[in-house]
């Protein structure tokens, strides 16, 4: 697992960067906390697959439609103004208590940002290099895939990235609904008073939080080796 972060975080960054996420997951298995952060892991890495697929799906109507963007941009609106709380309420009384519930708070509460960042990556794309496109008989799906996600790489980068960022936030909330992992084990500290229980789970949080950031922003630098 190690290896694999290294791998991630030098291919994304630099070699500090690789370092700071190898040290954070070492940490992690330091405080013996290593299970219940792989089980958060795993909740959060899925629920960023959904939220990705989702978001960049309707970003990219959005970033063509200028009636579906006008559309979207109240609702989206609206829900980036809900506390996270709040998303837990419909999904457990749709879903029940588990990890479902959790993973699809995530959801929801990240989309918003996804669609946002991506569909003016999208949209801030060079005219010129589109019309360019255009005139050499490209299709839209041809312009998509050739132009706007090339030239639009560092903000969908930054998509990515709040995607994870706040989904392991709503992931981490969700052990008040049953997600288990990281999240039971705070809940677990505060009703319990254990001291000891919660500065851990709260330190491996911080510890994954920071690994997760660090493999999915890449350095200023090594976005300059790409230019």
Do not use: K
């Amino acid at each position: 697992m190690l290896l694999i972060v290294a791998a991630l975080a030098w291919t994304i960054g630099t070699w500090r960067t690789a370092a700071t996420a190898v040290l954070a997951m070492a940490a992690i298995g330091v405080l013996g906390v290593w299970e219940p952060s792989m089980d958060t892991l795993s909740q959060v890495l899925a629920a960023v697959a959904v939220t990705l697929v989702i978001g960049f799906g309707v970003a990219v109507g959005a970033a063509r439609s200028e009636r579906l963007e006008r559309l979207l941009r109240p609702v989206l609106d609206v829900f980036q103004t809900m506390p996270q709380f709040v998303y837990l309420i419909p999904v457990v009384a749709l879903f029940g208590v588990g990890r479902a519930p959790a993973a699809a708070a995530a959801v929801v509460y990240a989309l918003p940002a996804v669609i946002r960042i991506t569909t003016q990556g999208l949209r801030g794309v060079d005219p010129a290099a589109m019309e360019c496109a255009r005139s050499l008989g490209a299709t839209p799906g041809q312009q998509l895939r050739q132009v706007q996600i090339p030239l639009a790489r560092p903000s969908l980068l930054l998509a990515v990235n709040q995607a994870v960022v706040l989904v392991l936030a709503v992931v981490i909330i969700g052990g008040l609904v049953g997600s288990g992992a990281l999240g039971y084990e705070v809940v677990l500290g505060l009703a319990q008073g254990d001291l000891a229980t919660g500065l851990v789970a709260g330190a491996a949080i911080v510890c994954l939080g920071l690994m997760l950031d660090r493999v999915t922003q890449p350095t200023t630098r090594r976005q300059r080796q790409e230019s």
